[in-house]
């Protein structure tokens, strides 16, 4: 009996490493979080106008979410106050080779500027001047309810440059494979090809940006290539997510970091 009650505890303790150990293997695969879902304790707020508790009343957590704007009203800074609440949170942390996962939705409040550039927010990486504006590169997260376009993925480079190819007739990203012609480096948007996404349904998209160093940068959203530059003029820098034009919800913000460059063609083949 006591053989039989030894063999016993003995699977039953195998077979609780075995669950803790898969479990940690599917819950992680590699990635760490970057937001806690508690606070944003890890991060460094910026505004443009430098004031510390503005920023802190700017970036709330709410329900593990991290709310943008929840608390202030509408239309806030269009007219007096104007674009004090633009700014980031900020990693303490660069980075250079990565793999960056984060969600967001849109709420319904808008803010600033928003009647040039709609609901229009973004998160920045190789950053390697934290000012409002930074100067890094940005994978846009925008939406224009006028023309019904959406813009998230595509590229902002902020003194910074990289190769880029598209199709010059639509002006966006196209692939090489498929006649994709490359552009003159040079600074601002560089629009990404038209993927599924959430506009204004209160559903979540997934975001996913992989950066090997200076070599390749890759945007994808919802599990699609959007946007793909090469030979980039930057090579690590701090993360920052942006509070700009309208009320904004970000979750699930993780990175996996990467000790050797991967091929692009691992991530660009199709699923």
């Known amino acids: 009996m006591m053989r039989l009650t030894g063999i016993l505890c003995f699977f039953l303790v195998a077979a ?30 910026k505004l443009r106008n430098g004031d510390a508790d503005l920023a802190a009343d700017v970036y709330s ?7 943008v704007f929840k608390n202030f009203p509408d239309s806030f ?10 700014g980031l949170f900020y990693t303490k942390k660069k980075y250079r080779r990565f793999i960056l996962k984060f969600e967001y939705k849109w709420g319904k409040k808008i803010f600033n500027n928003f009647h040039q550039f709609q609901y229009d927010a973004g998160c920045y ?13 940005e994978y846009q997260v925008r939406y224009n309810h006028v023309t019904g376009k959406n813009h998230t993925g595509d590229f902002w480079a902020s003194n910074t440059l990289f190769q880029w190819y598209a199709d010059t007739v639509k002006n966006q990203f ?13 600074a601002g948007e560089h629009r990404g090809s038209d993927v599924p996404h959430h506009a ?46 309208a009320e904004i919800f970000y979750r699930n913000i993780m990175i996996k970091e990467l000790t050797n460059d991967i091929p692009a063609k691992h991530f660009l083949k199709k699923k």
């Open 125 to 137: 990486y190789h950053v390697f001047n934290d000012k409002i504006w930074p100067d890094g590169i």
């Open 61 to 67: 957590v709410d329900n593990g979410v991290i709310h």
């Open 200 to 245: 204004l349904n209160d559903e979540w998209n997934i975001c996913e940006v992989i950066v090997m160093g200076n070599k390749y940068a890759i945007h994808k959203l919802n599990g699609k290539l959007v946007n793909y530059a090469t030979d980039l003029s930057v090579g690590e820098g701090i993360i920052g997510f942006q509070s700009e034009t």
């Open 77 to 86: 800074g269009m007219t007096a106050n104007k674009n004090t609440t633009h």
């Open 16 to 45: 609780q490493f075995a669950c803790k150990t898969s479990g940690k293997a599917a819950s992680d695969n590699g990635f760490t979080t970057l937001f806690n879902g508690k606070d944003l304790s890890n991060w460094n707020l």
């Open 174 to 186: 196209l692939s090489v494979d498929k006649g994709g012609i490359a552009i003159p480096k040079r």
